[in-house]
């Protein structure tokens, strides 16, 4: 597809995803792979960084809002969602991923995700679960494992976890997957099937944080993990399958497309009233959603 802005038609590579910023990920952080290789399902899927908006928040995997090429949001802490939902609705023709951490999004933002799936609108979010709060230096969050010892909960904390795959296998979603950090090759196949699922796309990433999170580092998951594609039979459009199939996250831990309702209708086409809507500017016409107000009484008031 040629590029809205510009109408280039060049072929996107892996250079017009880079960006000149320095990385300040610590070593082996996970956040490396998961960059790579979303960078590379653009790539492969064609997708222009000028046809591409990533939203952010704050977090360690938030610090790779001017890592990436593209257009890119970096807003609060737990809200990229809504800022990637807004986004989208706004101007359709445009890809948007959205990036969060287990901290901020299963925490503070945990609405904000509900109602995204419920809403199944048209984003691909990537959670980088690497089970605490990297960026404030080792908290524990509703992803740490009960017991484990972390700087806010020395003697281990004393709270059931949340598990990401299940809780969003319950909310009726449309695409649920997942993959870990140490495997570029996997990450990328996984985000490319997300970027083309039309409607809401979660795909956990399994992420090592070797700072904080000793337990489980990459050789960790990869003694663990395995393809749902190797299960002779696996039935991906089967959600109870797909629940039953997520709940081990400790001996044999399932990755890949847990979970994919291809008859999923994403949010805009849910809006009978719009349908057909480009949804992108004024000049759109005749397919127009937005116009040019003139609200200057209405500022008088505030002034
Ligand atoms: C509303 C709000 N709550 C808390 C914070 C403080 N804060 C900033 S980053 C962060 C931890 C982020 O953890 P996570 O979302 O898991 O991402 P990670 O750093 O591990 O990638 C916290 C608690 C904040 N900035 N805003």
């Known amino acids: 597809m040629s590029c ?84 989208e609705m706004a101007n359709r023709k445009i890809t948007v991923i959205a990036f969060g ?14 109602h995204a799936v419920r809403g199944n609108y048209n984003i691909t979010f990537v959670l980088h679960n690497n089970l605490n709060y990297g960026l404030t230096k080792g908290q524990a969050s509703v992803t740490t494992k009960k ?15 949340l598990h990401p795959a299940r809780f969003v296998l319950s909310l ?18 996984v985000f490319e099937q997300a970027l083309d699922h039309k409607g809401f796309s979660f795909v956990e990433i399994l992420q090592s944080c070797p700072t ?13 993990v395995y393809d749902v594609e190797t299960i002779d039979g696996y039935d991906n459009s089967n959600r109870e399958l797909a629940l039953k199939t997520a709940q081990d996250q400790e001996e044999r831990i ?5 979970y994919q309702d291809k008859k999923s209708v994403p949010q805009i086409d849910r809006q009978l009233n719009r349908n057909g809507a480009m949804g992108t500017k004024i000049e759109t016409e005749p397919y127009e959603e937005t116009r040019q107000y003139d609200i200057s009484k209405l500022l008088e008031k505030f002034r």
């Not at 399932?254 to 847990?258: D, N, S, T």
């Open 172 to 189: 009726e979603s449309t695409f649920v997957a997942r993959s870990f950090s140490g495997d570029v090759k996997h990450m990328s196949k």
């Open 4 to 87: 809205i802005t510009c109408n280039s038609t060049t072929t996107p590579t892996m250079k017009d995803f880079q960006s000149k910023n320095i990385f300040t990920w610590c070593t082996n952080c996970g956040n490396y792979g998961i960059h790579t290789a979303i960078r590379r399902a653009l790539v492969s899927k064609k997708i222009s960084a000028c046809n591409t908006l990533t939203c952010f928040d704050i977090g360690c995997n938030g610090n790779g809002s001017d890592k990436i090429g593209g257009y890119n949001f970096h807003g609060l802490h737990g809200r990229s969602i809504p800022l990637a939902v807004g986004a």
């Open 147 to 161: 017991n484990m010892k972390m700087n806010s909960s020395p003697d281990g904390t004393n709270s059931e976890l």
């Open 254 to 258: 399932a990755i890949g497309v847990l």
């Open 212 to 224: 904080y999170n000793k337990e489980t580092p990459h050789e960790w998951y990869m003694d663990r």
């Open 101 to 114: 951490g287990d901290g901020g999004t299963l925490g503070e933002g945990i609405g904000h995700l509900v």
